[in-house]
């Protein structure tokens, strides 16, 4: 029983912060990478930011770099993205996928790469 339950979208100001969660359950084997996607009207489904199944090694898009951060708790079942300095190009629906690896140190360019995927949050960015 594998879920992914992301929380935290909603509407905030340009300028403001939201901290999306991605709640995990069901992965009792191997490490497990995560990546946010969003998912703009009109456009394919990007990645924003990934974090490897340790932890350690983390990749965001250029367009995020300096006001998001993606990080995971202790225990591993669940990753954050904090978003801050928000623009109205960040609305989206947010989406975390998840990867089971026996590599600690990768992270996933691909939506093809994702073996799990949450329903998404909506985020949207207006005044």
């Known amino acids: 029983q594998v879920q992914l339950v992301e929380s935290g979208g909603g509407l905030v100001q340009p300028g403001g912060s939201l901290r999306l969660s991605c709640a995990t359950a069901g992965f009792t084997l191997d490490y497990v990478s995560i990546g946010w996607f969003r998912q703009a009207p009109g456009k394919e489904r990007d990645l924003v930011a990934a974090?490897?199944?340790?932890?350690?090694?983390?990749y965001y898009t250029d367009s995020v770099k300096g006001r998001f951060t993606i990080s995971r708790d202790n225990a591993r079942t669940t990753v954050y993205l904090q978003m801050n300095s928000l623009k109205p190009e960040d609305t989206a629906v947010y989406s975390c996928?998840?990867?089971?690896?026996?590599?600690?140190?990768?992270?996933?360019?691909?939506?093809?790469?994702?073996?799990?995927w949450g329903q998404g949050t909506q985020v949207t960015v207006s005044s």
């Open positions: 996928a998840a990867k089971r690896t026996f590599v600690a140190s990768s992270w996933y360019q691909r939506p093809s790469d994702y073996d799990y």
């Open positions: 974090i490897s199944g340790s932890g350690a090694n983390i």
